[in-house]
């Protein structure tokens, strides 16, 4: 069976196409600039050149026409016809209460998508127009969604209540969701799998670090509190966004400022984090290349960024009363092993012990880091959202033909 995996934003559709019965991904790539003359088609099949295709695109219907039309290409294609999708999985960044676990789509479960589009005004819509953009063009289709916030609907109230008046919980729907939940379940389930112990007897605290950023403290197997919140702006400091502030700076700001709720969003989404504390620096490669060469404030935002994300590590394993394991992954966390040794350097009263030799190797794969005499287990696994979604959405494929018609 064929999966393809499609992640879709407000003005970009990503795509991976797998192949379930070895997982192996025959092609993948993104249609850019959507809505623009100048959108661009990148795509890469399995073991072929990348192709680059620049045209004018104006919505989401047309840019998976293009995908299609590419997967199936004689010369470009990895397939024969679009007999050969057998199913499509969508990343969907908010799934409210509602969803605990990815779903076969039906009109009731687009409803849903679209009654939380408050929550996630930035992310819903697009996942809506993709999910509607593959029925346009495979109307009978089988569909799932899976959602980041998902996994962490094991939290308990103490960890996912704010404590401000109910009406904001009851009323709005005003509590901690979390996010990039298929990230932290896939590393975890693959630390498991890796060090022979069940899910269900381990503690571990995720990292997911790269552009946005989100710790989780995973006990059993389940989320049990995590960083990001109702929004993905709380928590870790991140490329643009602030995470944890005090949040009296916001009416402050916007009277000392004059600022509008747009503009005061705005600047604590996408003109804080490294970018503000580093002078106009959001990547951290450059941050501590930067840094190395002497600029004080790419120094000050590394620090910060290493600093609270410590903290949270800390307060995790005061929340869960210890932990087995801590996981890194996504860009910062797969990739730096300057902040993996800064964090787990200052670790060590817990008994956390890098093998600095593991760490300092560049190898992309799944690994431990830590020391055999470490007390916690220290692993680096690259994330792979795109396969969690293929794998829930072929066992919802399989279901649905187990299933008897009526
Ligand atoms: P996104 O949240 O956009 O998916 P990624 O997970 O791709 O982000 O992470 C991007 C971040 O990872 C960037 O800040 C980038 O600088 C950082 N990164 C990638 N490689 C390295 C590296 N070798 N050292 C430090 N940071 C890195």
């Given at each position: ?362 190898t992309g794969d799944d690994r431990i880091v830590s020391a055999a005499d470490s007390r916690i287990e220290v692993w680096v696994i690259p994330t792979n959202e ?21």
């Amino acid at each position: 069976m064929n999966v393809l995996v499609i992640n879709a934003g407000s003005s970009s559709v990503k795509y991976q196409l797998f192949d379930m019965t070895n997982e192996t991904v025959m092609a993948k790539g993104k249609v850019e600039r959507i809505g623009m003359e100048t959108a661009m088609l990148t795509h890469e099949p399995a073991g072929k050149l990348e192709i680059r295709e620049v045209s004018e695109i104006l919505d989401h219907t047309t840019a998976i026409r293009k995908v299609l039309r590419i997967l199936t290409d004689p010369k470009e294609g990895v397939l024969r016809s679009l007999h050969d999708v057998h199913a499509v999985g969508h990343r969907v960044v908010h799934g409210g209460e509602t969803f605990s676990g990815s779903v076969r789509i039906d009109e009731g479960v687009k409803q849903e998508i679209k009654r939380l589009f408050d929550l996630a005004p930035l992310h819903n819509p697009g996942a809506l127009t993709g999910i509607l953009a593959v029925e346009a063009n495979l109307p009978h289709i089988t569909q799932v969604a899976a959602f980041d916030t998902a996994f962490h609907q094991t939290m308990p109230p103490v960890s996912f209540r704010y404590p401000i008046p109910s009406v904001f919980y009851k009323k709005h729907r005003v509590r901690r969701y979390g996010f990039h939940g298929t990230s932290h379940q896939y590393v975890s389930g693959r630390v498991s799998e890796l060090s022979g112990r069940p899910l269900d007897q381990m503690k571990m605290i995720t990292c997911h670090i790269g552009n946005g950023a989100s710790v989780t403290a995973i006990m059993n197997g389940k989320s049990f509190d995590t960083s990001m919140g109702l929004t993905p702006l709380e928590g870790l400091m991140m490329g643009t966004r602030s995470g944890d502030i005090d949040p009296a700076i916001v009416p402050f700001a916007m009277d000392k400022e004059d600022l509008s709720l747009n503009e005061v969003n705005s600047m604590l989404n996408r003109h804080s984090g490294l970018f503000a504390v580093s002078g106009g620096l959001g990547d951290m490669r450059e941050i501590i290349e930067a840094a190395q060469e002497g600029d004080r404030n790419a120094q000050l935002a590394f620090d910060m960024y290493e600093y609270r994300l410590r903290k949270y590590i800390g307060a995790y394993a005061a929340a869960m009363n210890g932990f087995d394991a801590l996981v890194f992954t996504a860009g910062v966390g797969e990739n730096s092993a300057l902040l993996r040794k800064t964090v787990c350097d200052r670790l060590s009263f817990l008994g956390v012990k890098l093998d600095d030799e593991a760490n300092e190797r560049r190898t992309g794969d799944d690994r431990i880091v830590s020391a055999a005499d470490s007390r916690i287990e220290v692993w680096v696994i690259p994330t792979n959202e795109e396969l969690m979604i293929a794998r829930d959405t072929f066992r919802e494929a399989v279901n649905e033909t187990m299933q008897p018609s009526t």
